[in-house]
């Protein structure tokens, strides 16, 4: 029954590693169509206004959405690679989810959905400077500002290094696995770290990452379907 159940969970983690895979290029097919986020509240605000939903499709709401994927994918990792190096593999797994539950949590765009409203229903101009100024806080306190974003990249990137290390140790992933998972995570850790000081450096690192996570997503995806069927010939 065990095993019956790892199967199926691994089968489940390679399909979510597709959608993951899916949810970042729609995201990016739509930027390109509708135009970059907006940058500041008054902005966000003025968009919201025009419509609601477009303001939540340009939004970070969708990065945490797709990264609940994680979740899924790095339990499959930890069951598959835990007997290689166990507290490595725990640490890596447990550090992921942590930064992801966090980056979910710290998603600002619902909230900033209901300032706009309020904004816009205030004839105040008192109350508008207080309603853009909560606004302007909550920019600041986002995804890719705060204190707890910074340190969630480094949780999240550092253990996606660690884990693809631990992965050319292991039979059960291809070698072009764990080698493109260095390659999108390690650029995106260098450009995480480096940002606050030297942003068009990071800029290009990020460009950098993106292609390894592209094959990352899709060979891992594929690995953890060929473990589920390796379970299955073995039952």
């Known amino acids: 029954m065990m095993d019956t159940d790892w199967r199926n969970f691994h089968r489940l983690s390679g399909y979510a590693s597709f959608l993951l895979l899916a949810l970042m290029i729609a995201y990016a097919v739509i930027i390109a169509f509708l135009g970059p986020q907006p940058t500041d509240a008054l902005s966000y605000f003025n968009l919201a206004r025009q419509s609601p939903i477009k303001a939540l499709l340009v939004s970070d709401l969708n990065i945490p959405i797709a990264l609940t994927a994680y979740f899924f994918i790095f339990l499959s990792l930890w069951k598959i690679l835990n007997e290689l190096n166990r507290p490595l593999v725990a640490l890596a797994s447990a550090l992921t989810c942590m930064a992801v539950a966090f980056t979910i949590l710290g998603n600002t765009d619902l909230a900033l959905i209901r300032l706009a409203k309020e904004y816009f229903a205030s004839n105040d101009a008192r109350e508008r400077q207080m309603i853009e100024a909560a606004g302007k806080a909550l920019f600041a306190n986002n995804m890719w500002h705060s204190s707890a974003a910074y340190f969630c990249g ?82």
Not at 168 to 188: E, H, M, P, Q, V
């Open 154 to 235: 480094i949780f999240m990137q550092g253990s996606g290094v660690l884990i693809s290390l631990i992965m050319l140790k292991s039979k059960k992933f291809s070698r072009i696995t764990a080698y493109s998972g260095i390659w999108g995570n390690g650029f995106d850790l260098a450009q995480h770290l480096i940002h606050l000081a030297f942003p068009s450096a990071a800029g290009i690192l990020l460009k950098i990452a993106g292609p390894g996570y592209l094959v990352w997503y899709i060979f891992l995806g594929l690995d953890l379907l060929r473990n589920s069927k390796q379970r299955e010939t073995a039952s």
